[in-house]
């Protein structure tokens, strides 16, 4: 069984920086893409940012310039370090990967975090 895991979220003033968290856990053998996804209220869940096993990124443009995503391979977990921080970037956020499972021979599935809320807020 896998399982993603979201950290890290938080209430933060306009401008404040928040940084997220998802660890992979189970039975894994290889994570391929990883994303960011987020959910404001009311609203339909939007692809943030997305980063590719071998490193290439690419973002939303409502926060290019702002968000940075990373992965630490060998922790199995993807980061999301969100800087200058706006109201309308308060939402739930969720990680999302494509994985292979150790016991599932070379099908890739895919796996949702639990989400995590964040709040931009004076």
């Known amino acids: 069984q896998v399982q993603l895991v979201e950290s890290g979220g938080g209430l933060v003033q306009p401008g404040e920086s928040l940084k997220l968290s998802c660890a992979a856990s189970g039975s894994i053998f290889s994570i391929n893409a990883m994303y960011w996804y987020r959910q404001a209220p009311g609203k339909q869940r939007e692809l943030v940012a997305t980063i590719t096993s071998s490193g290439s990124t690419n973002y939303a443009d409502s926060v290019k310039g702002r968000f940075t995503i990373s992965r630490d391979n060998a922790k199995n977990t993807v980061y999301l370090q969100m800087n200058s921080l706006k109201p309308e970037d308060t939402a739930v956020y969720y990680c999302?990967?494509?994985?292979?499972?150790?016991?599932?021979?070379?099908?890739?599935?895919?796996?949702w975090g639990q989400g995590t809320p964040v709040t931009v807020s004076s």
């Open positions: 999302n990967a494509d994985i292979i499972g150790a016991n599932t021979g070379p099908y890739e599935y895919e796996y």
